[in-house]
């Protein structure tokens, strides 16, 4: 007792001492460390978004025109993706882009989710409180059964705790469940410019809106009442009042056309804002399509087609090229005319998956790729790529492919027989000439890059 008692007692001794140096450290003028927190802070305080110049950086910031990193969902390969732990380490890690998909609150807030549907990665569906608002709803052609963001307001949501979306392939996240808040788009963009202060790295964000035709046009709230939200609109207008406006920061991504058609040529001249644009492509093989899947049509256009709308006054010269049906897909979408009618109207870039240009052979057996005695790699490279990505670079597109993960069930073969790495498809994709690619462990896409770099450097 005596001994614990004295033991006690010394290390508090010893954290006072310690607190007295630390304080007398700080207070030390010509302290370099004291300076440079201050030299942050008056920064931070004359320009809320320009950080010291020279604030030192383990990340050199790059420049507009160089081969990003874009963090997709955050660095969801080691964090439950879109929360604010996933994308600071992305941050941290050294990525320039994070990525947040966005849908719409009941009361127009804007928060990243992959999916409006929630119970996929959070614990919507162990809160009593909310069982009632689970239902089925017809998401781009598909039913879809679950919790629906449009039903939930903001402070709904925040009563919701993240969940790692696959927990049979990311094991380790599993430890983070239930510990995250769902991020609102302010939020993350607090986030930014936060770690902006400590970095100096001016990292920019990737937001994608998520189904904008059923927000806008065709969803409807768990009580019937149509959503009526415009995830453009709302995200443009959340940049400019949040005053993220500059134009090397943002890239708006989607898998619908229209919306993108209607920011271009509407929403950011209204506005004064010019964002890049880049059209996602999903599938080119229409392997998945309604009503199982919508990976392989721009569901605008199905839905347009099917309601009779006037696709002329949407599309514009668009609709004369392909001649819009309701079974139109991004099949019709990757050829020579169409990419630079994209790049002459609309968009910056294009988001291909990256498993629809670089080609590739279901395996019969799958192949242990790391020796871990679990066969876990399914698909073999043929060694062709397909021309729309050339053609896409010819349009003067940049290309920013998605998904590179480094789990083994993500990874192929080589055309020879060995197991890809997940730097060595890093390099692959910008050999091929990509300008960047999204990624869910953005230190292996640095590390790609670097080691590219390093190989092609004059
Ligand atoms: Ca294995």
């Not at 882009?97 to 609150?105: C, G, H, K, Q, Y």
């Not at 730097?423 to 999204?438: A, H, P, R, T, W």
């Amino acid at each position: 007792m005596m001994f614990a008692f004295n033991t006690s007692a010394k290390l508090k001794q010893a954290a006072f001492f310690l607190l007295l140096v630390f304080v007398l450290f700080m207070l030390s003028p010509n302290h370099s460390w004291a300076q440079h927190f201050s030299d942050i802070e008056r920064s931070a305080k004359l320009s809320n978004t320009e950080p010291k110049s020279g604030t030192r950086a383990i990340f050199p910031q790059r420049q507009a025109d160089d081969l990003i990193v874009i963090a997709h969902r955050g660095a969801s390969g080691y964090r439950p993706e879109h929360t604010l732990a996933a994308y600071r380490l992305a941050i941290r890690q050294g990525a320039d882009f994070i990525e947040p998909d966005l849908v719409a609150t009941r009361d127009g807030h804007l928060i990243a989710r992959h999916e409006n549907e929630l119970s996929g990665t959070t614990d919507v569906a162990d809160h009593p409180e909310f069982a009632a608002r689970r239902t089925t709803k017809f998401i781009d052609g598909v039913a879809t059964s679950g919790w629906f963001s449009e039903d939930f307001t903001l402070a709904e949501i925040k009563t919701l705790r993240a969940r790692e979306r696959i927990p049979e392939i990311r094991p380790d996240n599993t430890r983070f469940d239930n510990r995250f808040e769902i991020p609102t788009l302010a939020e993350i963009i607090d986030l930014v410019r936060r770690e902006q202060r400590f970095t100096g790295r001016r990292v920019g964000i990737y937001p994608e809106t998520k189904h904008p035709t059923f927000f806008a046009k065709e969803g409807r709230h768990f009580d019937g009442s149509a959503i009526n939200i415009s995830l453009g609109q709302l995200l443009i207008d959340e940049l400019i009042a949040l005053n993220f406006t500059d134009a090397n920061r943002v890239f708006i991504q989607s898998f619908e056309v229209e919306n993108l058609i209607e920011l271009a040529q509407d929403i950011m001249p209204a506005a004064g804002v010019e964002f890049p644009l880049v059209q996602l492509f999903g599938d080119i093989t229409d392997r998945f399509v309604q009503p199982q899947s919508s990976f392989s049509r721009p569901y605008d256009m199905v839905y347009n087609a099917q309601q009779g709308a006037n696709l002329n006054a949407i599309y514009g010269g668009l609709n004369d090229l392909i001649n819009i049906t309701k079974t139109t897909g991004y099949s019709a979408l990757a050829n020579e005319a169409v990419l630079n009618y994209i790049a002459n109207h609309y968009a910056s870039g294009l988001g291909p998956w990256k498993n629809s240009f670089l080609l590739r052979d279901r395996l019969d057996q799958p192949v242990d790729g790391n020796g871990d005695g679990q066969a876990q790699i399914n698909n073999q490279l043929n060694a062709q790529v397909h021309p729309f990505l050339s053609q896409a670079i010819a349009a003067g597109l940049l290309v920013h492919p998605y998904t590179l993960r480094a789990e083994e069930n993500f990874l192929t073969l080589h055309p020879n027989g060995q197991a890809q790495s997940i730097n060595g498809e890093v390099i692959q994709l910008l050999s091929l000439g990509v300008n960047g690619f999204f990624i869910d462990q953005p230190d292996q896409g640095i590390l790609g890059r670097f080691l590219f770099e390093r190989v092609n450097r004059d």
